[in-house]
T-cell receptor, first 114, second 115 residues
Framework: EDKVVQSPLSLVVHEGDTVTLNCSYE??????LLWYKQEKKAPTFLFML????IEKKSGRLSSILDKKELFSILNITATQTGDSAIYLC??????????????FGQGTILTVHP | EPEVTQTPSHQVTQMGQEVILRCVPI?????FYWYRQILGQKVEFLVS????????KSEIFDDQFSVERPDGSNFTLKIRSTKLEDSAMYFC?????????????FGQGTRLTVV
């Protein structure tokens, strides 16, 4: 069974701080790892990583995957109050007849204070 | 920007009743999914749907649940004989390619409350 564990479960920082969110996984025939941001309702897509060691970057957010050690990190620099959300990590495996189901971690609740 | 839309945003139903949750996936997407999130818990996979049939389902997706693509745009989740423990946020998602090759986009969700 695929498994995703995120840490920390919650994090409180002040604006301007840099944060690192962790995601470790176990999956049959790894295909990809995805990061989502969940504010009030729907998870919104941030990054998809398939290759080890290649950083994906979007503004103040960046993410990297280590397929050997089975983990990924999501970095947010110069945090803003708008970054407050739950950050979800999910993996896709290619076992059996999988058509790409996402297995999610429990999420990291990030709170950024002014 | 194309988006996945879900209706209703909130549904309250009595235990034992049937509910239908509706989704309109992004128009050129071929793979459709339902997930649910019980309050305070992980987002859980329910079912994936491709080429007018279920391609994968989880243990949660038992005979109480069914999915349908009744026309070219809608994708529905039917829950028969609802139970209190079915109360959750239900998310529809779609992707252009098989998940893992491209990202899945999520709708805003339907909050189902069974009383």
């Amino acid at each position: 069974e695929d498994k995703v564990v995120q840490s920390p479960l919650s994090l409180v920082v002040h604006e301007g701080d840099t944060v690192t969110l962790n995601c470790s996984y176990e999956v049959t025939n790894f295909r990809s790892l995805l990061w989502y941001k969940q504010e009030k309702k729907a998870p919104t897509f941030l990054f998809m990583l398939t290759s080890s060691g290649i950083e994906k970057k979007s503004g103040r957010l960046s993410s990297i995957l280590d397929k050997k050690e089975l983990f990924s990190i999501l970095n947010i620099t110069a945090t803003q109050t708008g970054d407050s959300a739950i950050y979800l990590c999910a993996v896709v495996g290619a076992g059996g007849t999988s058509y790409g189901k996402l297995t999610f971690g429990q999420g990291t609740i990030l709170t950024v204070h002014p | 920007e194309p988006e996945v839309t879900q209706t209703p945003s909130h549904q309250v139903t009595q235990m034992g009743q049937e509910v239908i949750l509706r989704c309109v996936p992004i128009s050129n997407h071929l793979y459709f999914y339902w997930y649910r999130q019980i309050l305070g818990q992980k987002v859980e996979f329910l079912v994936s749907f491709y080429n007018n049939e279920i391609s994968e389902k989880s243990e949660i997706f038992d005979d109480q649940f069914s999915v349908e693509r009744p026309d070219g745009s809608n994708f529905t989740l039917k829950i028969r004989s609802t139970k209190l423990e079915d109360s959750a946020m239900y998310f529809c998602a779609s992707s252009a390619l098989a998940g893992g090759n491209t990202e899945a986009f999520f709708g805003q969700g339907t909050r189902l409350t069974v009383v």
